[in-house]
């Protein structure tokens, strides 16, 4: 009965997969697309990820405005592949859109109509070994001169032709050997490209950005994030500067301050502002004994966009032991503080303080919190460094229940920023997590095959507490006076998208539970929605193609765990799609097909306690980051418990030791034990069993 089901089951999904590549190799180009610079405009274009080098996510298009939205509606969908997550923001240039799902695989459409004009797939599976196991998609690509540059998941950058999809070069940016992987951005800045990588939160890595001349891909210069082992020299004075506030024997951590996520290029001071991110591990304690500021990690640094030499650097967490990085969005622009025109840097990193910054020279102008932030009472002005609340650095021993958790109060999903209205729209939530040492400080290391190493434990005996759920919303933030205008409260749904802003009054932000909302700017009134039939985390963007305003976005649920989400979305039967939308256009999504997936039981399958055991040990070391938290699946990938593959032995040990189904997005386990996968079916089976009965 069970394999009766399976088999037409893959077939669907085998169909999917066929359609959807008997299209993709088509090879029909257009004219080469003129060079665009990525300047102030009149908004026709959305050339780079936040639109201009001010990372603002603002557009000057009016046709679409807050007076004429009953007119807006769906101009055409491009259904993608199930297993290539959605969650970058496309471009816009001369009416070709560009975007790129999964693993890097980049599509050009012509932004009218959908038609695609060119896709090409850099083959990540083949090459990512163990780094696909930190797999969650590639968040942006960049643009310059007839050119679109991305980054893979193996540490790749490649640039291709923008008329064809042609390959002109490609770097490898990492050692194929170390924990190293991009899902990041590239920016441009003048004639270069620059990209960083992630990789802290499992291996012991050492953090850098480097650039790229934009034409031949030759690297133009690197800039360490934490200085490595003094022994070795140092690469330049900001390395010796970081080194005295480090201690112990650091640099077998790695130290980590990857820059994972945001850079911003100001063409006005010539720099690129990098935010750098959590240290490896993530517990000071093991990585910096001693304690002290360890530079530069959680902070925006400044470099010389030409040489890449230091210039300024804002910590923004010293002595970073909670996986508080800096790494969110940094947008630029100018704003009149007590009687006086200012140059700033914004941005509200994952602490739940909002940062305004001087871009000039680096020193903070004001933060206050726009979260809830148990670990810190203010940030002082003076000396520019939190007031700590000392309990928060979980003494050994202790265990606190720290606000914000981990995901951060604001995660990768990008704020945007609207001059008209003065505010700042922030997808922000409030969701905690409990905070204890590893139980042997001293002799912690990392365990290898890409898995979290992050130097936590459970709470010691009778300090464990139940972490209270979370609450998301949408902030309007007025960052001069640094205080909420408005919000709109989004409930229990904790992982929103991120937020684009117009010149017709409108803020547009796509949600967890798959509605599309569009607010005016100023007073946050929802004015229009729109069902997108499966969860948003990506921002949306706005462009003229043949003189008619639209509006894109991808859609496509990365959530690994439900909670908090609203319902969850099912790996299998979820769209993912790229949505067009323009005034008086009127294409329908074909209904949702509900497909029942059942919980699966073998009523002749004896689970074995100790086999169980081992198996939620294995499960929540390797699988739960994409299966999802004690088996919720989120929609990220399949739900385990509904799975036909983990009740035959011989098809978990094809899908993990041979890595059958890795074109998809699952990783290969190649050295895994039998015993583990073992130990995996039991759990499986075990839970699935646990959930059939708490049913009925
Ligand atoms: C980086 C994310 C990721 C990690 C980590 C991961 N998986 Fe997967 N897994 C996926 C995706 C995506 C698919 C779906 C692939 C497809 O569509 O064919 C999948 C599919 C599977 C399937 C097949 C399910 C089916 O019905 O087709 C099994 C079984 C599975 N994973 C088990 C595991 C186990 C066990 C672990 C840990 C040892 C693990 N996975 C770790 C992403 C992941």
Redesign the pocket.
Known sequence: MIKKYSVGFLTTILALFVGFFSISGCSESKEAVKVAEVVEDDGADWPSFGRTYKEDHYSPLTEINDQNLDRLGLAWSFDLP??QSGISAPLAIDGVLYFAVGHSVIHAMEATTGKLLWEYDPKVFDVAGKK??A?WGVRGIAYSKGKIFTATLDGRLIALEAATGKLIWSAMTVDPEDGRYITGAPWIMKDKVIIGHGGADYAPIRGYVTAYDENTGEQAWRFYTVPGNPADGFENDAMEMAAKTWNGEWWKFGGGGTVWNAMTYDAEYNRIYIGTGNGAPWNQKIRSPEGGDNLFLCSVVALDADTGEYVWHYQINPGETWDFNAAMDMQLTDLTIDGQRRSVLMTAPKNGFFYVIDRKDGKLISAEKFAKANWAERIDLETGRPVENPAARYPVGTAYLMFPSAWGAHGVEPMSYNPNTGLVYLPARDLGNLYANASDLKNWDFKPDMVLNVGLGAAPKGQGQKVPPGKGWLAAWNPVEQKEVWRVDMGLKTHNGGTMTTAGNLVVQGQATGELSIYTADTGKKIWSFDAQNGIMAQPITYLADGKQYISLLVGSRASSHKGNGKPWN?YTQKRRLLTFALDAKAELPPVEEIDLPILDDAEFVVDDEKALLGVK??HR??F???GARLNSGGA??D?IR????TDIDL?VE??NEGS?RE????Q?EE?PMSEIEG?QHYIRKTARQRLKSKN
């Open positions: 199930v297993s696909m196991r797999g790996y294995v499960f390797n699988c980051v994409c299966h990938a399949p385990l799975s036909l593959i983990p978990l899908v993990l189904q998809n997005g699952m990783p386990f895994m995996l």
